[in-house]
Nanobody
Framework: VQLQASGGGLEQTGGSLRLSCAAS????????MGWYRQAPGKQRELVAA???????SYGDSVKGRFTISRDNAKNTVYLQMSSLKVEDTAVYYC?????????????????WGRGTQVTVSS
């Protein structure tokens, strides 16, 4: 199973960016998906998460500005980021709890993407 994130980049304060993360492999199902971020010198923190049924949760610092969504048919999770702030600058990682096949045997794995850099300038 691989998670491939895209959509990071450089944006000005108040701007918007949209991140995408697609899961690939012999996937049976994906339960929770989410986005985390890690700024230099800080611990990784939850940005947003979404269940298979579409229930969402957000970190306090992004509530009202970021929106998480997913397309189950495409095994993809999105993060729409608006009203960006300098403090949103970080490497963003996607995460998914994936059940996949290894040969004929299913297994469940907590999977992480490599991360995509988001930089917000003042």
């Amino acid at each position: 199973v691989q998670l491939q994130a895209s959509g990071g980049g450089l944006e000005q304060t108040g701007g918007s960016l949209r991140l995408s993360c697609a899961a690939s492999g012999s996937i049976v199902k994906i339960d929770d998906m989410g986005w985390y971020r890690q700024a230099p010198g800080k611990q990784r923190e939850l940005v947003a998460a979404i269940t298979n049924g579409g229930s969402t949760s957000y970190g306090d610092s992004v509530k009202g500005r970021f929106t998480i969504s997913r397309d189950n048919a495409k095994n993809t999770v999105y993060l729409q980021m608006s009203s960006l702030k300098v403090e949103d600058t970080a490497v963003y990682y996607c995460h998914a709890d994936v059940t996949a096949y290894s040969g004929a045997t299913p297994y469940t794995k907590s999977s992480w993407g490599r991360g995509t850099q988001v930089t917000v300038s003042s």
